[in-house]
């Protein structure tokens, strides 16, 4: 499959603890989104990175990229009640014009 | 406040019909796109159009149809060759990145989607 694996596939952490999720891939990448979609809603950009890059930050969001091991992950620290929702890495390759998605990971804030 | 709207929320089929969703940006963006979401899984692309008059079948295009005669709206119709159309479908849009960076790139911006469902 060409699809990105997460890990885990859910996580249930009590609020103002940090939340890790990682997503492996087995092709090289031209860059690697994270997008965030709450239940029953779109999806909602948060970072992308690019290959040649191997972190980002945006706000409480930070994002690794390790092309060697072929995976990224991404952190969000002190959690909030809101930021329960499903993550979703996507990659892009250089030959195409299409993202490839991972299945998510189901994030659960308890209060 | 620019965005992409979809339209109905909810959507019922019977057998043998085709059914139309829909989706207008105002974001001014040249590529829109298509996905079909299924329960614990990611999404799956059907149709994707980087310019008016011109699209491309995703992975999954069977059983579907698009049309792309404005800019602004990317309609999809999910007929009846479509034997499993329970889905939530995504429409999504991008901007057109300058050569050679390639569209795939740039961050897509996502309506809220359409639930269909069969009667």
């Known amino acids: 499959s060409q699809q990105g694996e997460e890990d885990p596939q859910a996580l249930s952490i009590q609020e103002g603890e940090n939340a890790t999720m990682n997503c492996s891939y087995k092709?090289?990448?031209?860059?690697l989104q994270w997008y965030r979609q709450n239940s029953g809603r779109g999806l909602v950009h948060l970072i992308l990175?690019?290959?040649n890059e191997r972190e980002k930050h945006s706000g409480r969001l930070r994002v690794t990229l390790d092309t060697s091991k072929k995976s990224s992950s991404l952190l969000i620290t002190a959690s909030r009640a809101a930021d329960t929702a499903s993550y979703f890495c996507?990659?892009?390759?250089?030959?195409?014009?299409?993202?490839?998605w991972g299945a998510g990971t189901k994030l659960i804030i308890k209060p | 406040d620019g965005g992409i709207t979809q339209s109905p929320k909810y959507l019922f089929r019977k057998e043998g019909q085709n059914v139309t969703l829909s989706c207008e940006q105002n974001?001014?963006?040249?590529?829109m796109y298509w996905y079909r979401q299924d329960p614990g899984q990611g999404l799956r692309l059907i149709y994707y159009?980087?310019?008016?008059?011109?699209?491309q079948k995703g992975d999954i295009a069977e059983g579907y149809s698009v049309s792309r005669e404005k800019k602004e709206s990317f309609p999809l119709t999910v007929t009846s060759a479509q034997k499993n159309p329970t889905a939530f479908y995504l429409c999504?849009?991008?901007?057109?990145?300058?050569?050679?960076?390639?569209?795939?790139?740039?961050?897509?911006?996502f309506g809220d989607g359409t639930r269909l469902s069969i009667l």
């Open positions: 159009s980087q310019i008016v008059n011109d699209f």
């Open positions: 999504a849009s991008s901007i057109f990145p300058p050569p050679g960076t390639g569209t795939s790139n740039q961050p897509q911006h």
């Open positions: 990175i690019r290959s």
């Open positions: 092709t090289s990448i031209n860059n």
């Open positions: 996507a990659r892009s390759m250089d030959s195409n014009y299409q993202l490839i």
């Open positions: 974001l001014n963006h040249d590529a």
